[in-house]
């Protein structure tokens, strides 16, 4: 991720930015983010949930798995907030970030994305789209939402024609939809079922 410590940006009438960048790219990206989010939540109600699942990583079963690995997520993705945060010198109590938190930054990103791959695939080749009750379709929406916001990130993520704010932005985005999505599944798992796989 290419950040600078100013990632404040005013757009001027027609849609340009002060420095004469753009949003029309932005709107691009996040039209082609919408149309992922909405091609997960269609397939996920149109597919036959098989309740089966492929792999579950030594855990005992695919539940435990999710919420393990939904946690391994939610908390790589703070990390990469911190990260972010010391980058843009919006942490406080801390002096400028070295040159190494820039890639671990990166590499934070990565890995929290990685682990959301078998959960995300298993949501909707063995479960699908379900909306059984308020916390489930919450669940269910959050999850096509973020791959949505990931897909429109990685779209402009070496973008110089976006507004500075926009990596921001999307960033913080991602890391609330992730945070979302880990209270309607792993909390609620671990709360009510328990540690299973420790």
């Known amino acids: 991720m290419h950040a600078t410590p100013d990632t ?6 027609g849609g340009q930015a002060a420095s004469g960048t753009s949003v029309t790219p932005l709107l691009v990206a996040a039209a082609i983010g919408g149309a992922v989010a909405l091609a997960l939540g269609t397939y996920g109600r149109v597919h036959t949930p098989t309740g089966q699942g492929i792999v579950t990583f030594g855990f005992p ?13 939610a908390a790589l993705a703070l990390a990469q907030l911190i990260s972010a945060l010391w980058m843009w010198g919006r942490l406080p109590g801390v002096g400028p970030a070295p040159a190494g938190v820039a890639a671990a930054h990166r590499w934070l990103g990565t890995a929290a994305f990685v682990l959301t791959l078998p959960i995300a695939y298993h949501c909707l080749w063995s479960l ?4 059984s009750t308020t916390r489930v379709l919450a669940h269910s929406l959050l999850g096509c939402l973020f791959y949505g916001a990931f897909t429109t990130k990685m779209l402009v993520l070496h973008s110089h024609h976006v507004p500075k704010a926009t990596l921001p932005v999307l960033g913080g985005t991602l890391v609330a939809l992730l945070t979302g999505i880990w209270f309607t599944s792993s909390l609620w798992f671990f709360t009510n079922v328990g540690f299973p796989g420790v």
Request: proline share 9%; no cysteine; glycine share 14%.
């Open 61 to 73: 079963a695919v539940l435990p798995m999710k919420a393990w690995l939904g946690t391994g997520a």
């Open 8 to 13: 404040t940006e005013q757009l001027q009438p």
């Open 128 to 131: 699908g789209f379900q909306q």
